[in-house]
């Protein structure tokens, strides 16, 4: 899925130890702020001053046992959502919320959630080892998430762990038989673990240019999923298109272990290449929202820039009776953030018309959640490829 830019500037965080005064490297893929106050905590914490201290924003530098550390985040958790459920005062009867703001306060909730946790922090020495009891050895997790150590730095177990989740992610990889093997994403590119686009790529039919132009471009490719489904559909030459360092690595790595890198170019550009192609590919975020951490890229398009860009610049990237493949949910309407008659107009506006559509349902496990809060909009959500061409 394609991705924008989040820009995170780098911090310091400073606290003091055995009456001096310390400072590390701040590590925050969210752009969470350091904490203004931090103390040194140990086994002896107990879970419940341990929240009330994560509540107030002070960070919790842990020097204890690594296990109880995960198992207080997990206390942590436990009574963040606890709270989270508690019934409040009664009071009038509250008028009905609109899914935009019902999606607008979970979005609040979760971020209150995130922050929380948040504060329990640990310090990684300059190769991101731990000197901390029964610590694994996270050192080459957090070399692939956050590249070359070089000095001390601090964040939060929250963040190690989601470090070590998308390790076993690269490591493990995702088969994608369309893709002709296992795509293995990388920290901070999002992962195709939802196979609908996938599908919609694979199924539909190629546009009658690429019989005499056989180049198609995948703009915004992440992981390069649809680049190699492209190439193994019989497409002669892809070029993927990705702004994001990350990504660049992540496809250019699937790609080759896919054996496609004769047939695939990665190249480094704000949408898309120089030329004109018989087909173009793009699955942009869905949601126009502003992402708040490196996964939420793949989701979120702040004022839908990537989708009006990418609808805005087709035309002049399609040959002569070639077609644009927009991959969209339209999870966005059913929140009330982006209307069908906007998404027909942007369409207009651009000179394009609408050839043909395809649909598929999700099958992902949060559809089928009742317990969502989201869940109305997720059960009725459509992803669809929209086949495009020039009016």
């Not at 509250?94 to 640990?122: D, I, K, W, Y």
């Not at 029964?134 to 957090?142: G, V």
């Not at 496809?251 to 890198?261: D, F, I, Q, S, Y």
């Amino acid at each position: 899925m394609a991705r924008i830019r989040l820009e995170i500037a780098e911090q310091v965080v400073h606290w003091t130890e055995g009456g001096a005064p310390r400072s590390a490297r701040w590590r925050s893929e969210r752009a969470a702020p350091p904490p203004r106050q931090v103390v040194v905590a140990g086994d002896q914490l107990t879970a419940d001053e341990a929240y009330g201290l994560a509540c107030q924003g002070t960070g919790l530098l842990w020097r204890g046992d690594f296990q109880n550390a995960r198992q207080l985040l997990n206390a942590l958790a436990s009574r963040a959502d606890r709270h989270s459920r508690k019934p409040k005062a009664a009071t009038a009867a509250p008028a009905p919320l609109s899914p935009a703001e019902v999606f607008n306060l979970h979005r609040q909730a979760r971020a209150q959630r995130a922050r929380t946790l948040g504060m329990l922090l640990l310090q990684f020495d300059a190769d991101y080892g731990l000197t901390l009891r029964r610590a694994p050895d996270f050192r080459q997790a957090c070399a692939e998430a956050w590249g070359p150590g070089g000095a001390s730095s601090v964040a939060s177990l929250r963040e190690l762990l989601g470090v070590v989740g998308a390790h076993e992610w690269r490591v493990n990889g995702i088969a994608i038989p369309e893709a002709g093997g296992r795509i293995h994403p990388h920290y901070g590119v999002f992962a195709p673990v939802r196979r609908e686009y996938v599908d919609l790529v694979a199924g539909a039919a190629l546009p009658a240019a690429c019989s005499s132009s056989s180049l198609a471009f995948d703009v915004g490719t992440g992981t390069g999923v649809l680049a190699a489904v492209l190439a193994r559909r019989g497409i002669g030459r892809v070029v993927a298109t990705d702004q994001d360092a990350r990504a660049l690595a992540c496809a250019r790595e699937n790609l080759k272990r896919l054996g496609l890198t004769e047939r695939v170019d990665v190249v480094q550009a704000d949408l898309f290449p120089a030329g004109r192609a018989a087909l173009v590919v793009c699955n942009p975020p869905w949601v126009p929202a502003r992402p708040s951490s490196p996964i939420e890229l793949g989701i979120y398009d702040p004022g839908s820039r990537m989708l009006r860009g990418f609808l805005g610049a087709l035309p002049a990237h399609l040959e002569p009776g070639g077609e644009g493949w927009l991959i969209l949910s339209d999870l966005a309407e059913h929140l009330g953030l982006r209307s069908r008659s906007e998404l027909l107009a942007a369409f207009d506006a651009s000179g394009l018309v609408v050839t043909g559509r395809a649909d598929a349902r999700p099958v992902h496990p949060r559809a089928s959640d009742a317990a969502d809060p989201l869940h109305a909009a997720r059960a009725a959500e459509v992803t669809s490829l929209w086949r495009l061409a020039v009016r």
